[in-house]
């Protein structure tokens, strides 16, 4: 019998011309925290380090992509990863006193633990919002940062950052985990099937037998998310939760646990088993330690496997 | 953890790392908030859990 724990952390160190997003995101990641967030554990100035909880299974984009020859996820785990999403996004809007808008939504930036449980992650241009002259809540910038196929066409249009923003983004994200196919041009095909009532031709079948239902109001409500002018975009709260809600907790009870949990991590240990103090000072201690013997790799993913016992001896001598 | 406790904040930790804590705090390690009392009551349901764990796993 084993008397020691092993936890994993994430280490992502950023250029060093990024000082001001790594503070923007430890103000954002430090005031927030959710269940679909990344747990930000700490951060380390000298090296423009973040440290997260560790995701063994990537990103949402690697597992779409099936990058290591990993099996593709299932319609149940998809199902899920919108639902989960979509509260976060929710949580995120209704921030007080200001609403926060994530503005870099795609499947990269969504990660995935040993249980496929999805982490909305990089907050690099995440935003406070401020009230605008309309009195709706906007960010506003010269400079629209964000990524092809899946940033809001208005934003990029005027600048104007807003809730509708990810609202758009998270369309382009259902119509991706639906269809498996590359987000260029996915509402004109979608919307196209939809007319043609050929819809059922461009589900990814790899993600098993989805029930077309299913399908159909995923289909419906991604397309009103994705809408070209933001005031005409579904809203999170009344029109897309009520339906995935319903949706996760029919596909959670027909979901194989086997299918869920097929690339989990052997040596995960339930966090609550752990004490929340010694797992702070193991951190402190590897993070000092790194630090002094310039063991980081500038932007290369550090993965760090802790002996906790061992750890806690050292920080003890 | 080999000795959970539990604090007034209703976190469980280990019993010798919470109480070198509230040698020299009265907040919560986890909210930073004040704590109620500085008693901490064994988590026996969680020990049961943990040594179940242990005894399944490698």
Same mark, same amino acid.
């Given at each position: 019998?084993?008397?020691?724990?092993?936890?994993?952390?994430?280490?992502?160190?950023?250029q060093?011309?990024?000082?001001?997003?790594?503070?923007?995101?430890v103000?954002?990641?430090?005031?927030?925290?959710?269940p679909?967030?990344v747990?930000?554990l700490?951060?380390?100035?000298?090296?423009?380090?973040?440290?997260?909880?560790y995701l063994?299974?990537g990103?949402?984009?690697?597992?779409?992509?099936?990058?290591?020859n990993?099996?593709?996820?299932?319609?149940?785990?998809?199902?899920?990863?919108?639902?989960?999403i979509?509260?976060?996004?929710?949580?995120l809007?209704?921030?007080k006193?200001?609403?926060?808008?994530?503005?870099?939504?795609?499947?990269?930036?969504?990660?995935?633990?040993?249980?496929?449980?999805?982490?909305?992650g990089d907050?690099?241009?995440?935003?406070?919002?401020?009230?605008?002259?309309?009195?709706t809540?906007?960010?506003?910038?010269?400079?629209p940062?964000?990524?092809m196929?899946?940033?809001?066409p208005?934003?990029?249009?005027h600048?104007?950052?807003?809730?509708?923003?990810d609202?758009?983004?998270?369309?382009?994200?259902?119509?991706r985990?639906l269809?498996g196919?590359?987000?260029?041009e996915?509402?004109?095909?979608?919307?196209d099937?939809?007319?043609?009532d050929?819809?059922?031709?461009?589900?990814d079948r790899?993600?098993?037998e989805?029930p077309?239902v299913?399908?159909?109001?995923?289909a419906?409500?991604?397309?009103?998310c994705?809408?070209?002018?933001?005031?005409?975009?579904?809203?999170?709260?009344t029109?897309?939760?009520?339906?995935?809600?319903?949706?996760?907790?029919?596909?959670?009870l027909?979901a194989?646990?086997?299918?869920?949990?097929?690339?989990?991590?052997?040596?995960?240990v339930?966090?609550?088993?752990?004490?929340?103090?010694?797992?702070?000072?193991v951190?402190l201690?590897?993070?000092?330690?790194?630090?002094?013997?310039s063991?980081f790799?500038?932007?290369?993913?550090?993965?760090?496997?802790?002996?906790?016992?061992?750890?806690?001896?050292?920080?003890?001598? | 953890?080999?000795?959970?406790?539990?604090a007034?904040?209703?976190f469980?930790?280990?019993?010798e790392?919470?109480?070198?804590? #509230?040698?020299a705090?009265? *907040?919560? @390690?986890m909210?930073n +908030?004040? #704590?109620?009392n500085?008693? *901490?009551? @064994?988590?026996?349901a +969680?020990? #049961?859990?943990?040594?179940?764990?242990?005894?399944?796993?490698?």
């Open positions: 019998m084993s008397q020691f724990h092993v936890t994993s952390i994430y280490v992502e160190v950023m060093s011309d990024t000082k001001f997003v790594l503070s923007f995101q103000l954002i990641l430090t005031k927030v925290r959710h679909h967030l747990n930000l700490g951060a380390c100035d000298e090296v423009s380090a973040l440290v997260y909880d063994p299974n990103s949402l984009e690697d597992r779409l992509s099936c990058k290591g990993t099996p593709a996820l299932t319609w149940q785990v998809r199902t899920r990863i919108i639902g989960e979509c509260s976060a996004l929710i949580f809007h209704s921030h006193p200001k609403p926060i808008v994530h503005g870099d939504l795609k499947p990269s930036n969504i990660l995935l633990d040993a249980d496929l449980v999805s982490k909305l907050f690099g241009i995440a935003r406070f919002l401020v009230p605008s002259d309309t009195s809540m906007v960010h506003l910038t010269d400079h940062i964000g990524t196929f899946y940033s809001d208005e934003y990029m249009a600048g104007e950052l807003t809730q509708g923003s609202v758009y983004s998270f369309g382009i994200i259902i119509l985990l269809t196919r590359h987000p260029r996915i509402v004109k095909r979608v919307e099937a939809m007319i043609n050929e819809l059922h031709t461009i589900i790899s993600a098993g989805w077309f299913q399908v159909q109001q995923l419906r409500i991604a397309m009103r994705a809408a070209e002018k933001r005031r005409r975009r579904a809203d999170l709260v029109d897309v939760w009520p339906v995935v809600e319903t949706m996760m907790k029919n596909a959670s027909s194989c646990p086997s299918t869920s949990s097929s690339i989990q991590d052997e040596s995960s339930p966090h609550y088993f752990l004490c929340p103090i010694l797992q702070v000072h951190l201690h590897i993070e000092s330690f790194y630090v002094h013997d063991y790799h500038p932007s290369e993913v550090v993965l760090t496997y802790i002996h906790m016992d061992a750890a806690n001896e050292i920080r003890r001598s | 953890m080999k000795n959970p406790h539990i007034a904040d209703g469980t930790y280990e019993a790392a919470i109480e070198e804590w #509230l040698e705090h009265d *907040t919560s @390690p909210t +908030l004040p #704590l109620r500085c008693v *901490t009551i @064994p988590n026996s +969680l020990r #049961l859990v943990i040594q179940e764990h242990l005894q399944r796993g490698p």
